[in-house]
């Protein structure tokens, strides 16, 4: 008989970043993944507001659909990758791609706000992003000097 998962110590050491959020956006898990990803140690992050990680000009939309999200226990972004600006401790600017999980109370009922937090498995995909980057600015010149 196989033993029972440790899912603490499962996203303790996952390779992707995993952020739990209470349903007020106060960060209650940060794991080593989020610390190499974003710069914050456990110690930075724990009961401090995401907005620690969202760049100042999306804070606005973000807290927009997270209070709608809490409120109605509906997230459009469950099954869809949701790809975002992000800022690191250092400031500088990140892409991440992530998807969402909401967690409930333990009667797991959805209705009636019992919607507790949010857990992120998120993504560092600046490199790529600024690869691809490259790339389009690259085809883009290859083209016009082709239409001459």
């Given at each position: 008989?196989?033993?029972?998962?440790?899912?603490?110590?499962?996203?303790?050491?996952?390779?992707?970043?995993?952020?739990?959020?209470?349903?007020?956006?106060?960060?209650?898990?940060?794991?080593?993944?989020?610390?190499?990803?974003?710069?914050?140690?456990?110690?930075d992050a724990l009961g401090q507001s995401l907005d620690l990680i969202i760049p100042e000009r999306q804070r606005q939309r973000?807290?927009?659909?997270?209070?709608?999200?809490?409120?109605?226990?509906?997230?459009?972004?469950?099954?869809?990758?949701?790809?975002?600006?992000?800022?690191?401790?250092?400031?500088?600017?990140?892409?991440?791609?992530?998807?969402?999980?909401?967690?409930?109370?333990?009667?797991?009922?959805?209705?009636?706000?019992?919607?507790?937090?949010?857990?992120?498995?998120?993504?560092?995909?600046?490199?790529?992003?600024?690869?691809?980057?490259?790339?389009?600015r690259r085809l883009a010149e290859l083209e016009a000097a082709t239409a001459h």
């Amino acid at each position: 008989m196989s033993s029972p998962i440790d899912f603490e110590q499962l996203a303790r050491v996952a390779g992707d970043a995993v952020i739990i959020s209470d349903a007020k956006g106060a960060i209650t898990f940060w794991n080593a993944a989020a610390e190499r990803i974003f710069g914050f140690t456990e110690q930075d992050a724990l009961g401090q507001s995401l907005d620690l990680i969202i760049p100042e000009r999306q804070r606005q939309r973000h807290w927009d659909g997270y209070e709608k999200t809490m409120q109605t226990g509906i997230t459009r972004y469950g099954a869809d990758v949701l790809r975002v600006p992000a800022v690191h401790k250092d400031g500088r600017a990140l892409s991440i791609a992530f998807t969402v999980a909401l967690l409930t109370a333990a009667d797991g009922n959805m209705t009636g706000g019992s919607v507790t937090g949010i857990v992120a498995i998120v993504r560092d995909e600046t490199s790529r992003w600024t690869e691809e980057r490259k790339l389009r600015r690259r085809l883009a010149e290859l083209e016009a000097a082709t239409a001459h």
